[in-house]
């Protein structure tokens, strides 16, 4: 291959439309004026300069798939978000063009406070308790998960006999479809490893790193996280090694899982060599969806949508990977606002997470440990049904001032100490004291372990500062049902608002529902708007 056999582009010749996403890598525009292969919409991937992009790399990955058979070709360009030309800034490579996501890779996202959103169909969305995916609008089965590990296993197998290593092989680069039938499709395509030649860093997504020491971009390293994502895909879990729930499917399918994970890279089953034992336990697996409700969109004319891409070129909710591994929230434990917006409303990411990428929603699952709801935020608000009217009203309680604006009650000292309890616990990491001041039947259960550890995980680098109660009503004297908060919240990124999952330091406005707890405490139900901007 010579350098100008390569399909390039200027940047200057496009007409680009919306940003879908940046990040640590870059950012991703949709393209008004150009078709992948004369078929297909395209986005445009442009690099930061702090990016250590290997040219030659690029310029193989582009050529390749005019190396190949038609047949061989038209099914990368079907089944990948492949890089189809190099993109130039006044003669510089800058970044690609590829294929828009198909919309069959899509689903609609429920949120608690924003109602339905166009997502991308992550397989990380799976990784979850059938609970958390019944909630965020996906309808799939124990057959339907089989049949989709069967089509990954053929294409990823398919993909190793082209030359082609996934290498950052995890579910945040691959897309799952079920609408009529089952298929995946991989993004980020320009980490892969051709022929042992990359255009990137070769890196592990957190919580899917190969054994220490081992080389990454390898058949061997494809092989086991394929494995680890089996077990995760039946464990209903982000962070399992228990092979217990793919085993109880099959004794090969649990043989086939702990051989993946052996140390050893020559003893792991290629993704291929699970096929049979995968269409054998398929045949008998339930039929039956988590949820009556489908995930899919009405059928509509391909064109690039404004769900989130991410830093790496495709959506990465919450944490890009990179070569050193960083702290992370589960990316879909709660519905709503996004990462930072769990610090606030207690609600967790995709992010998530998320959603974080942020997708968060009041999504709960496990038993709980005993206690007693709101317990911390009764001791820390007292009696909140007082009508005693207080001599002159505090201009704050602990952490958390008071607007001059609301009128003289009694209650208010009582709400403020509330949100001085949970504003607390998350800055001090004391996640079950903040958690306490929930009202157990709201968007976060406060006796439920699980809901408390998702809630911890979600709000895990949140520092909150500048906390102010500006608002409550009704102002009549009467029982509080709604109060308003204005902070700031800092974070690392990845963790920030579902529209800037990226930014480190975000301004908030929410408003909470409240409600009365068995002490006759001031508790968070829910929340019912919330609004933010970058600081």
Wanted: proline share 5%.
């Amino acid at each position: 291959m010579s350098a100008e056999a390569v399909r390039r582009v200027e940047v200057s010749s496009l007409r680009l439309g919306a940003v879908l996403g940046s990040g640590g890598q870059g950012r991703v525009v949709a393209v008004d004026n150009y078709l992948i292969d004369g078929r297909w919409s395209a986005v445009l991937k442009t690099y930061n300069a702090s990016v250590s992009l290997g040219v030659r790399g690029l310029e193989e990955i582009v050529a390749f798939p005019d190396q190949l058979h038609h047949n061989d070709r038209d099914w990368l360009t079907t089944v990948t978000s492949w890089p189809w030309a190099i993109a130039m800034d006044n003669g510089t490579v800058c970044g690609f063009l590829m294929r828009a996501v198909p919309d069959i890779y899509t689903f609609n996202f429920m949120t608690v406070t924003q109602g339905s959103k166009v997502r991308l169909s992550t397989v990380e969305f799976l990784l979850n308790p059938d609970d958390y995916v019944r909630r965020s609008g996906i309808s799939i089965s124990e057959k339907d998960r089989l049949n989709l590990l069967a089509i990954l296993g053929d294409t990823v197998s398919r993909l190793h006999a082209l030359g082609i290593v996934i290498g950052d092989f995890s579910p945040k680069n691959l897309l799952f479809n079920l609408r009529s039938y089952s298929s995946c499709f991989f993004i980020d395509c320009d980490a892969i490893s051709l022929r042992g030649e990359s255009a990137l860093q070769q890196v592990d997504t957190p919580e899917w790193e190969l054994p220490a020491g081992e080389e990454r971009g390898t058949e061997a390293s494809d092989s086991y996280k394929f494995g680890l994502l089996a077990i995760r895909l039946f464990a209903r879990d982000q962070d399992s090694r228990d092979v217990s729930a793919v085993a109880a499917l099959s004794p090969e399918l649990g043989r086939l899982a702990r051989l993946s994970q052996d140390s050893n890279p020559l003893n792991r089953p290629g993704p291929g060599s699970w096929v049979t034992a995968i269409q054998s336990a398929a045949a008998s697996a339930s039929s039956v969806s988590v949820t009556q409700a489908s995930s899919a969109l009405p059928p509509r004319q391909e064109s690039p949508q404004p769900y989130q891409y991410g830093a790496g070129g495709a959506v990465r909710p919450p944490v890009a990977a990179t070569p050193v591994a960083r702290s992370r929230a589960k990316p879909l434990t709660l519905v709503g606002v996004g990462v930072a917006a769990l610090a606030v409303i207690g609600v967790i990411i995709a992010g998530n997470i998320n959603n974080h990428t942020s997708e968060a929603g009041s999504l709960s699952s496990g038993t709980g440990p005993t206690g007693s709801a709101g317990s911390a935020g009764a001791a820390a608000s007292g009696a909140a049904g007082s009508q005693s009217a207080p001599a002159a009203q505090p201009s704050a309680v602990g952490s958390v001032g008071i607007s001059d604006n609301i009128s003289v009650d009694s209650a208010v000292p009582a709400v403020a100490g509330m949100f001085n309890t949970y504003f607390t616990g998350i800055n001090d990491h004391d996640y079950q004291q903040a958690a306490s001041v929930y009202d157990p039947s709201g968007i976060v259960d406060p006796n439920d372990s699980s809901q408390v550890a998702q809630f911890a995980k979600g709000v895990s680098t949140t520092s909150d500062s500048s906390i102010t109660l500006v608002n409550v009503t009704p102002s009549d004297g009467s029982t509080l049902q709604t109060a308003e908060v204005q902070f700031t919240s800092n974070q690392q990124a990845g963790f920030g608002p579902e529209d800037n999952p990226e930014s480190t330091c975000t301004n908030w406005d929410v408003t909470y529902t409240l409600t009365l707890g068995s002490s006759n405490n001031y508790l968070i139900n829910n929340v019912s708007s919330a609004s933010d901007s970058a600081c």
